[in-house]
């Protein structure tokens, strides 16, 4: 059984930054995707940032320029770091992994992720 469980969440500033981090066990997959996800009150929860297991990567467009999304495979450890944070960005954040079919691209849709963390919650004021 995948497990994932995320930290480095917290309080911020607007503009600040913050690093989150997810480790990663037993996610044997040859081929995978892992993700980022996030999910504010009363919304539904979005696509962040996705890695596949050849270190491709995809952002979703609103937020591209501002987050960095990277995979350590020695620590097993999924990271994202965000910069120039904004109040809107406040919610709580999810890495998702799943098994990915080869020749796919990663896919940014929540229903896709088979694999889930508990979340961190960031919380960023004006």
């Known amino acids: 059984q995948v497990q994932l469980v995320e930290s480095g969440g917290g309080s911020v500033q607007a503009g600040g930054s913050l690093s989150l981090s997810c480790a990663v066990s037993?996610?044997?997959?040859?081929?995978?995707?892992m993700a980022w996800f996030r999910q504010a009150p009363g919304k539904e929860r979005e696509g962040v940032a996705t890695?596949?297991?050849?270190?491709?990567?995809t952002y979703a467009d609103s937020l591209e320029g501002r987050l960095a999304i990277a995979e350590d495979k020695a620590k097993n450890t999924l990271y994202l770091q965000m910069n120039s944070l904004k109040p809107e960005d406040t919610a709580m954040y999810y890495c998702?992994?799943?098994?990915?079919?080869?020749?796919?691209?990663?896919?940014?849709?929540?229903?896709?992720?088979?694999?889930w963390g508990q979340g961190t919650q960031v919380t960023v004021s004006s």
């Open positions: 890695i596949d297991e050849l270190m491709r990567k």
């Open positions: 037993k996610l044997t997959y040859s081929t995978y995707c």
């Open positions: 998702a992994a799943l098994r990915r079919r080869a020749g796919s691209w990663c896919p940014m849709r929540m229903d896709d992720y088979t694999h």
